[in-house]
């Protein structure tokens, strides 16, 4: 029973992973501003793991250049993002991925 237990957990925390890699961390490797400055530049504006998750979440449902953390030249550059196509329990998960992957907090020495 624990066996069952425990692939299960590996099987959605893959299926999950893989979400976050194929919708984020593959398309931001092909411009000049990482995950992790992008990451830097939402902590910097709303200070919280939840008010950084919540804007995350309405940009990229709902994105425009008013909601936006990016710099008008890199607006100017590539465009804003388009609305995103995953499911809402999808970018959740995907949002929490991101915030483990680079959050400080519990981090600093």
Request: charged content about 30%; proline content about 2%.
């Amino acid at each position: 029973m624990v066996k069952i237990f425990l692939s299960i957990i590996l099987f959605v925390n893959i299926v999950f992973a893989d979400i976050y890699q194929t919708n984020c961390s593959s398309c931001h490797q092909k411009i000049d501003v990482t995950l992790e400055k992008l990451f830097f530049r939402y902590l910097l504006k709303y200070s919280s793991e939840k008010n950084v998750k919540k804007s995350l979440i309405e940009y990229l449902q709902n994105p425009t250049v008013d909601t936006t953390v990016m710099p008008e030249a890199f607006i100017k550059r590539y465009g804003i993002k388009k609305k995103t196509t995953l499911k809402d329990e999808e970018l959740r998960k995907a949002i929490d991925i991101y915030w483990e992957k680079y959050k400080v907090f519990g981090k600093l020495k």
